[in-house]
């Protein structure tokens, strides 16, 4: 048998991936997660997140794996942090201004890029890893090369960035954003925006050059970092509002499944087993990188296996109205589509559908519906509700 790949994206290696995890899945991950020691070396860690965050498998099925072998207690260190992915996209749901903001963010601090040479100078020595800062630089070298960070190193990668090298957050949001095969609207801009000190007011995260030597097992002592976190200045945060009201899937209508990164797992959700479904598509557009292409090749594979339909790649969502009428279906289906680009896009899509008498129609899963009404505040508020949240979802 072929060895599993290091960062799982199809949902069979990503069970493969699960089962190989769960028994470490307990508190050998509360004493050693923290850790990194090293690409090729995260084995502490799940290395879920790729497949988690297109849904290719499912935060309940991983937190059930992991329950079932370790019970409550010990597995509470894990559940709790795949509780963070799903705290992240409530949050930035239900305050989706924040999105926005981030992306004016980036866009003026490009313009500025083009204005300051210093300035264009210092982010490019921090992308390429030459800032003289050992860590720092492997850190930049090591998420070109594998499109994976361990989560504390992304935090000091982050704190470094803003703090010691004097960098806007948006840009590095916007660089890890691009180069993770993970990268998750939410949980990307949202941590980064935590390190800065805008998550939870005036409380930044600082890197700190011995603790660094510590977590990395003494391959690093970084020199000169902040001993000062000097957190960017905007207006609060919005207040949080319902999230967006989608048209669910009319059981009645048959439709054109449409497979996306935010959702390429549609087949295990029960509302789609009872859909008669007559084709199923994802979009050449949305295969942004290798997870992408594998992740949204996989769904389609095994949709059509699921409902025996055609599978079939389309160019853009522009081509959903022909691929439906080609079906014969009016009705499109998919996953809930949260904050992020494919959601910045969604008006005009559906706009161009509504003018074919075509309906688009969107399923929220029971695990976010269910947990987003407690993302409304501080994560701890959130973790307080997790073992009464695991009995409504088990
Ligand atoms: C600056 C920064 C940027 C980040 N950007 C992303 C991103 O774009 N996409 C992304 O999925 N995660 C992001 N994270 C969160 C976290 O680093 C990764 O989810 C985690 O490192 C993935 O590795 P793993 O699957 O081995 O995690 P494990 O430790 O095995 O955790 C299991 C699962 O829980 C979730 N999870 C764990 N920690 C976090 C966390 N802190 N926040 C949210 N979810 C978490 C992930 O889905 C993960 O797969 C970011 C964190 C920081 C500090």
């Known amino acids: 048998m072929a060895p599993a790949p290091t960062f799982p994206f199809t949902r069979a290696d990503a069970l493969f991936r699960l089962a190989q995890f769960v028994p470490l899945a307990g508190a050998a991950y509360a004493m050693g997660r923290n850790f990194d020691c090293g690409p090729g070396q995260h084995d502490r860690v799940s290395r879920l997140s790729a497949a988690l965050r297109r849904r290719t498998i499912s935060e309940g099925e991983v937190v059930q794996a992991v329950l079932a072998e370790h019970g409550p207690e010990p597995a509470a260190s894990f559940i709790s942090e795949v509780f963070w992915r799903t705290y992240w996209k409530g949050w930035l749901e239900q305050r989706p201004a924040i999105w926005t903001r981030y992306l004016a963010g980036r866009d003026a601090a490009r313009q500025a890029l083009l204005r300051d040479p210093d300035l264009a100078g210092r982010h490019g020595d921090a992308v390429a890893g030459h800032t003289g800062i050992d860590a720092f630089d492997h850190w930049m070298g090591e998420l070109g ?56 007011a005036g409380k930044a995260y600082l890197a700190d050059g011995t603790r660094i030597a510590a977590m990395t097992e003494g ?53 789609f087993a009872a859909l008669p ?37 389309i160019d853009s969502p522009t081509d959903l109205g022909e691929a439906a009428q080609a079906a014969g279906t009016r009705q499109i289906v998919t996953g809930y589509i949260p904050a992020g680009p494919l959601a910045d896009a969604l008006p005009t899509i559906r706009a161009t559908l509504q003018a074919s008498g075509l309906r688009l129609a969107e399923h929220l899963r029971h695990w976010d519906k269910t947990v987003w009404p407690h993302c409304r505040r501080g994560f701890f508020a959130l973790k307080q509700e997790i073992p009464a949240l695991l009995k409504q979802l088990a």
């Open 145 to 200: 090369e594998t499109g994976y960070l361990h989560n504390w190193a992304r935090m000091q990668v982050a704190s470094i960035w803003i703090f010691t090298l004097g960098l806007p957050w948006e840009l590095g949001a916007a660089h890890m954003l691009d180069r993770l095969r993970d990268g998750d609207p939410a949980s990307n801009t949202l941590s980064w925006r935590w390190v800065a000190g805008l998550h939870t």
């Open 219 to 271: 391959r690093f002592a970084p020199q000169g970092l902040a001993t000062q976190a000097t957190i960017p200045v905007e207006a609060a945060a919005p207040p949080a509002a319902p999230w967006r009201t989608v048209t669910p899937p009319d059981p009645a209508v048959p439709a054109l499944a449409w497979i996306t990164p935010e959702d390429a797992g549609l087949e295990q959700e029960a509302t």
């Open 277 to 313: 479904l007559r084709g199923v598509v994802a979009c050449r557009s949305h295969a942004l990188n290798e997870a992408d292409r594998a992740a949204l090749a996989d769904g389609l594979a095994r949709a059509a296996d699921r409902w025996q339909v055609p599978a079939q790649w």
